[in-house]
């Protein structure tokens, strides 16, 4: 049996969790069992329908009156409840910080090894896998000894697809929490408000590096951002220095985005930043050096400074958007 | 206060990785050496929460001799003593590599009141050691961490979610994973690099036990390399720009 850990938020479902059940199920036809899958706190039971039509056959709902907010140790346990008394063979999570999260938790509980951020699975004693490192930048293939395999899926490695046959079937239970497991559980803090477009849901990226200078030197990145409806970023340099604020890193300790433009303003292309820009549709790049390592992932280039550069697009883009 | 963090050797990757002829690692002859970034701000938050609180700062890595070096390094930006787990160099995979942090840190004199890591290493990136430690010690973990507030026996932790940010309020002693952007760690005084060349440095060698998630073959990802188009040279390329926003739509 393929179980795979669905992720829900007070019964909104996680869109990375679709995919992971869409890679399990292919998982499943291919030895020929049965795909299920756990979704823990009782509001978990409104996303079974959708289970379903993705081809999970039974839809385990941990319910227990603890389990109302996100708390990592008691899903483990009753991912470790459910994955024991099914018998199954692989254990399937999103590469999310929470799939990530609750499948270590289910390693330490089991003391069963954990493949974090895999592209591909391929069960058998060993399980083999391929999984990304530093981002992306680097693939690993690595032998997994030990049954069931715990593993999660990077993000976007399949589309979600409805599929199979699954009648996806309720079984609610209590989980057997042990002293402790709901110690660390989540408190929303109040929203705060965001003004804008968020980074990763940006379609423009007007993102700046060491060679912008300053902080300053982010006033023609802001006008040029505002002038094409997107948003800025930067790069790890930038927030090092202050700058710029975290929250718009862009990179592999940063936010990861897949924006329709990227323009790469005085960035060198660090494996740390092209991390997270690597999935750009289109990228210009503003350089004064021909020979920086981003030229390597952009499509257009203008090979100068980006306080002279940029003055002049602005310009011409307000002109273009007036006439 | 005592506090430990967990810090790791990794190569400080400028451009593009080359691999080993054994496929199993970096080619690192030519590299210098750094710690993960999420590890950067790890050690600047010890450091502050210990000038608050008082105590000390340990920090622990597991990895080659060589890896003094970044015990060195922090000990410049405050740490008081460290802990090397000497490996031959050879990779631990996250289940030997926390049981061997756990057993340092039971054998210790101090019990830390707190453990802070990095939420994943920048090489390996299996997302689980702080976990696994934090298991084995029988103490709450909560990890993707940015915002720490101790008090005397509690701290409370923000995590940065989709709809805002969450809160975690936990007893301590705790283990923490902590994420980039957490503070912007301070660089090293020439006063603190001297001083961090006297600080203690405590050597354990444990036996590496076969790993359980076994490296087979590192690769680079084939992407096709772009070749960019030049489209001009300083402010007489605005024009060509402009034309491309034009032709993908964002204008």
């Given at each position: 049996m393929v179980l795979v850990l669905v992720d829900h938020d007070h019964g909104v479902l996680d869109e990375l969790s679709l995919q992971a059940v869409t890679y399990g199920r292919e998982l499943a036809a291919a030895t020929g069992e049965q795909l299920d899958a756990l979704v823990v706190?009782?509001?978990?039971?409104?996303v079974a329908g959708a289970l379903g039509e993705h081809g999970v056959a039974t839809v385990h709902v941990a319910a227990?009156?603890?389990?109302?907010?996100?708390a990592p140790v008691a899903a483990a346990r009753a991912a470790s409840e459910v994955a024991a008394r099914t018998g199954a063979s692989v254990v399937l999570a999103a590469g999310t910080p929470r799939g990530n999260e609750v499948m270590a938790h289910l390693g330490a509980i089991t003391d069963l090894p954990v493949a974090a951020d895999c592209v591909s699975v391929a069960p058998g004693s060993p399980t083999q896998v391929v999984r990304a490192r530093w981002g992306g930048s680097l693939i690993e293939e690595a032998n997994l000894h030990g049954s069931p395999a715990l593993v999660t899926l990077v993000p976007h490695t399949v589309a979600a697809e409805p599929g199979g046959s699954g009648a996806g079937d309720l079984a609610q239970f209590t989980p057997e929490l042990a002293d402790?497991?709901?110690?660390?559980i989540a408190r929303p803090a109040a929203a705060e408000e965001k003004a804008g477009v968020s980074l990763a849901d940006a379609k423009v990226i007007v993102s700046g590096g060491r060679?912008?200078?300053?902080?300053?030197?982010?006033a023609p990145l802001e006008e040029l951002a505002e002038l094409l409806g997107g948003t800025i970023g930067c790069s790890r340099v930038v927030t090092g220095n202050g700058?710029?604020?975290?929250?718009e890193q862009v990179g592999q300790t940063g936010t990861k985005v897949a924006p329709d433009l990227y323009i790469a303003c005085g960035i060198s292309g660090a494996t740390q930043h092209i991390a997270g820009c690597r999935n750009a549709k289109t990228m210009i790049v503003i350089n004064?050096?021909?020979?920086?390592?981003?030229m390597g992932y952009a499509d257009y280039a203008v090979i100068g400074d980006v306080s002279k550069v940029l003055p002049a697009i602005i310009e011409e883009a307000k002109k273009a958007k007036a006439g | 206060m005592d506090v430990l963090v967990c810090i790791k050797r990794v190569p400080l990757s400028g451009g593009k990785f080359t691999i080993t002829g054994d496929g199993?690692?970096?080619?690192?002859?030519k590299l210098g050496f750094t710690i993960s970034p999420h590890e950067e701000v790890a050690v600047e938050e010890a450091v502050r929460i210990v000038e608050q609180h008082g105590g000390s700062v340990t920090v622990l890595t597991l990895g080659p001799a060589d890896a003094e070096e970044q015990i060195r390094e922090q000990m410049a930006i405050g740490a008081d003593r460290g802990i090397l787990i000497e490996t031959n160099g050879a990779e631990w995979d996250p289940q030997a590599t926390a049981s061997a942090i756990a057993d340092a840190i039971n054998e210790d004199e101090s019990d830390f009141d707190l453990v802070i890591m990095g939420n994943?290493?920048?090489?390996?990136?299996?997302?689980?050691v702080g976990i696994r430690v934090a298991h084995k010690l029988g103490r709450p973990i909560v990890t993707g961490v940015k915002g720490i507030t101790v008090a005397a026996d509690r701290a409370t932790f923000e995590r940065p979610v989709k709809a805002g940010r969450e809160l975690y309020e936990v007893p301590l002693p705790a283990v923490v994973t902590v994420l980039d952007g957490l503070n912007i760690p301070r660089y090293p005084s020439v006063p603190g690099r001297i001083r961090a060349k006297k600080k203690p440095i405590e050597r354990r060698s444990p036996e590496r036990p076969e790993?359980?998630?076994?490296?087979t073959r590192l690769e680079v990802p084939q992407t096709e390399a772009k070749q960019a188009q030049v489209l001009g040279n300083?402010?007489?390329?605005a024009a060509a720009v402009v034309e491309i926003f034009k032709q993908i739509g964002v204008i």
């Open positions: 706190g009782a509001d978990g039971s409104g227990h009156d603890g389990l109302t907010d996100y402790g497991d709901l110690l660390v060679g912008v200078g300053s902080a300053e030197g982010f700058w710029r604020p975290h929250t004064t050096d021909p020979e920086a390592a981003i | 199993l690692d970096i080619e690192s002859a994943e290493s920048a090489d390996a990136s299996g997302y689980q790993p359980k998630l076994e490296k300083g402010p007489e390329a």
